[in-house]
C-alpha cells in the first residue's frame, strides 16, 4: 500500500495546534505539515457567534476574554498577528467590564448590590465572623490565600514567582500540592465564608478541591491583583482563524471533518487512522488535544494506552462549563438599575453578563441587546440537563434528537439563513422559558420582555469534556507538564494545549505548552 507521508500530522485546530503548524512551517522545520480536525469547527474552545440582528455584538459561546498584564504569549501572539494582516483584519481589543458597585448578587432569596459588601449591610445572609465583615468575597479569599502562602499577594510579585511560592510550600505540616484549595481555605475561613465566596463569585469549580499549590496563582491571577480583562471585538475566534489562514498561505493544510480514531508506531513513523481516509504515516504527531479527547482515541492507540502513559493523561480533570445567550429588543435589565458587567445568584444560572457591545459600551435602551444569561460550571451544569438532549444524543448518528423536544423560535428565527452558525447552537425552548423564570427571580422585576432568540453551548459535550481542566491533588505539575509533551520516549508523539498548563482555562495556557513542547522537541524558540 503507498501511504502518504506528511512531516508533521497535528490533531485537533484548536489554538495550540494551529499555533504549532504556523510556527513549524514558518521556522521551516517542515514543509508537509496537516491539521486534522474532527468537526467542522476551527478554533476549539474558541466559539463566537454573531447574534440574529445584532450586528455589533459578538456571542462568545467558548473563551471570551484575556488578561495580558498577566498573559504575555496571547499578547504577542496578537500582536505578531496584526503585524502580518491588512488594517480592515487587524485583531482589536476593548475593556470587559465585570464586577461594578451597583450589579446585583441574589443570593439566599435576597437582593444585594456589590456594594452593600463593602458597606457591611445587615442584609447579607450569611453569618460571617468579625474579621470577614465589611469585606466583598473576593476579598475574603486574598485574605485566606494570604494566611496560606504568606507574602503571595503582594502586587510586585510575577507570575513565576507565585507559582514558585506556592508550589514549594507546606501548610499545617504538609506540601500544599498534595491538598485541595478547598481543603486548606476550610482552615483559614468560616463555612459560612466559603459559602459567600462559592455563592457570589459565579463560580463553582474554582474553589473546590483541586491542587492547592497550582489553584493559588491561578486564582490570584483571574481574580486577584486588579484584573484587567479585555474582550474582542470581533470575537477571540478570530486568532485561530486567522492562524489558519497562515497556515494555508505558508503550504501547510487545515482539514475540518477528518476525526482521528487511533494511531499506531510502524518503525520510526506513526500510522494515523482518519475516518474515512486511507491510511496516513507521519514522521511526527502532535495531540493538540485535553484529557477526554486524548481517552476517546485511546483504545485504538497503544502507546496511550501505557500505563505511564495514563498517568499523565489522568493527572487533570475536565471541569463543566455551560453558556446560553438570549436576546432582546431592548436591554430591559436597565429597569433593575445595572447596564453592564455581570449578576451572580446561586440560582442555576450563576452568572449573567449585560454583553457589551463590540466597543465595550453597554447596549443603549431602545436598542437590540443580549445577555450572556446563564455562564455556569460544575453541578449546576446538571440542572439543564433535562431541558435538552442527553448528551451522547448529539455525537451518535444512530440516534435521533427525539421529535418531542421543542427548540426556541422567536422572531430573530426569521432570517433567512443568514445566522446558520447561531441557528446550529439553538437553545430547547423550555430552557429558554427557565432561563427567563430566573433571570426576573435575581433582577427583582415582575415582567421581562420576551426572547428573540436563543443558543447555548454545554462544553462538557464529547470531544471536550469540559470548558477547562484543573491539575488533581497530590500531582507534580511541574514534572508531569514536562513529561506529557512527550509522554512515550520512543515515539515522536507530542502533546500540547491547555490541560496540562499553569494558565488552565486560558488561551494563554495553549500557547505556554504549545512554546514549551516546539522549544523542546522541535528546537523552536517561542515568540
Known amino acids: 500500500m503507498a501511504y502518504k507521508i506528511l512531516d508533521v500530522a497535528i490533531i485537533g485546530a484548536g489554538v495550540s495546534g494551529l499555533y504549532s503548524a504556523w510556527r513549524i512551517l514558518s521556522d521551516g522545520y517542515a514543509k508537509e505539515v496537516t491539521v486534522f480536525e474532527a468537526s467542522e469547527h476551527i478554533g476549539g474552545r474558541l466559539l463566537s457567534v454573531v447574534p440574529p440582528n445584532i450586528p455589533d455584538m459578538v456571542a462568545e459561546l467558548g473563551g471570551m476574554r484575556i488578561l495580558p498584564a498577566v498573559q504575555p504569549r496571547i499578547a504577542k501572539l496578537i500582536d505578531s498577528l496584526n503585524s502580518k494582516i491588512k488594517m480592515e483584519d487587524k485583531i482589536e481589543t476593548f475593556p470587559f467590564p465585570v464586577d461594578q458597585n451597583e450589579n446585583i448578587s441574589y443570593l439566599r432569596g435576597t437582593h444585594l448590590r456589590l456594594q452593600d459588601f463593602a458597606d457591611h449591610s445587615p442584609k447579607i445572609p450569611f453569618s460571617l465572623t468579625f474579621q470577614e465583615r465589611g469585606k466583598i468575597p473576593g476579598q475574603i479569599i486574598l485574605n485566606a490565600i494570604e494566611q496560606i502562602v504568606p507574602g503571595i499577594t503582594d502586587s510586585k510579585l510575577s507570575e513565576a514567582e507565585r507559582r514558585?511560592?506556592?508550589?514549594?510550600?507546606?501548610?499545617?505540616?504538609?506540601?500544599?500540592?498534595?491538598?485541595?484549595?478547598?481543603?486548606?481555605?476550610?482552615?483559614?475561613?468560616?463555612?459560612e465564608a466559603y459559602q459567600l465566596a462559592l455563592s457570589s463569585g459565579g463560580y463553582e469549580t474554582t474553589l473546590i478541591n483541586w491542587n492547592a499549590a497550582d489553584a493559588i496563582p491561578w486564582y490570584l491571577s483571574d481574580f486577584g491583583v486588579a484584573p484587567d480583562y479585555r474582550g474582542f471585538r470581533n470575537g477571540f475566534q478570530q486568532v485561530p482563524l486567522l492562524l489558519s489562514k497562515l497556515v494555508h498561505e505558508l503550504g501547510g493544510k487545515v482539514v475540518c471533518n477528518h476525526s482521528l480514531l487511533g494511531f499506531n508506531q510502524t518503525d520510526d513513523l506513526i500510522e494515523l487512522t482518519i475516518q474515512g481516509q486511507e491510511p496516513i504515516k507521519t514522521k511526527a504527531l502532535i495531540l493538540a488535544m485535553p484529557r477526554r479527547s486524548l481517552e476517546l482515541i485511546s483504545p485504538n492507540s497503544p502507546i496511550l494506552q501505557q500505563?505511564?502513559?495514563?498517568?499523565?493523561?489522568?493527572?487533570?480533570?475536565?471541569?463543566?462549563?455551560?453558556?446560553?445567550?438570549?436576546?432582546?429588543?431592548?436591554?430591559?435589565?436597565?429597569?433593575?438599575?445595572?447596564?453592564?458587567?455581570?449578576?451572580?445568584?446561586?440560582?442555576?444560572?450563576r452568572q449573567t453578563y449585560y454583553w457589551p457591545k463590540n466597543t465595550g459600551e453597554p447596549a443603549e435602551i431602545g436598542t437590540k441587546s443580549m445577555l450572556m444569561a446563564s455562564y455556569d460550571d460544575g453541578l449546576n451544569i446538571g440542572f439543564w440537563d433535562g431541558f435538552r438532549p442527553k448528551r451522547a444524543d448529539f455525537l451518535r448518528s444512530d440516534i435521533k434528537v427525539p421529535t418531542t423536544l421543542e427548540w426556541f423560535e422567536g422572531p430573530a428565527n426569521q432570517n433567512g439563513g443568514e445566522y446558520k452558525l447561531w441557528d446550529k447552537y439553538k437553545a430547547p425552548a423550555a430552557m429558554v422559558e427557565e432561563i427567563q423564570r430566573q433571570l426576573a427571580l435575581i433582577h427583582g422585576l415582575q415582567f421581562t420582555p420576551g426572547v428573540q432568540d436563543a443558543c447555548f453551548k454545554d462544553w462538557g459535550d464529547d470531544p471536550f469534556g469540559g470548558g477547562w481542566n484543573s491539575w488533581n491533588i497530590g500531582v507534580d505539575s511541574d514534572k508531569v507538564k514536562v513529561d506529557i509533551l512527550k509522554p512515550e520516549t520512543n515515539a515522536p508523539v507530542y502533546v500540547c494545549g491547555e490541560a496540562y498548563s499553569d494558565a488552565q482555562g486560558w488561551v494563554e495556557g495553549a500557547l505556554q505548552t504549545a512554546d514549551m513542547m516546539l522549544e523542546k522537541h522541535f528546537k523552536i524558540s517561542a515568540l
Open 164 to 191: 514558585i511560592m506556592a508550589r514549594s510550600i507546606s501548610f499545617n505540616g504538609k506540601p500544599l500540592y498534595q491538598q485541595g484549595f478547598w481543603q486548606v481555605l476550610a482552615k483559614v475561613i468560616s463555612a
Open 307 to 349: 500505563e505511564n502513559v495514563l498517568k499523565l493523561i489522568r493527572s487533570v480533570t475536565p471541569r463543566p462549563l455551560f453558556k446560553l445567550y438570549t436576546t432582546y429588543s431592548n436591554p430591559w435589565w436597565r429597569a433593575a438599575g445595572v447596564q453592564k458587567g455581570r449578576t451572580t445568584t446561586d440560582l442555576p444560572i
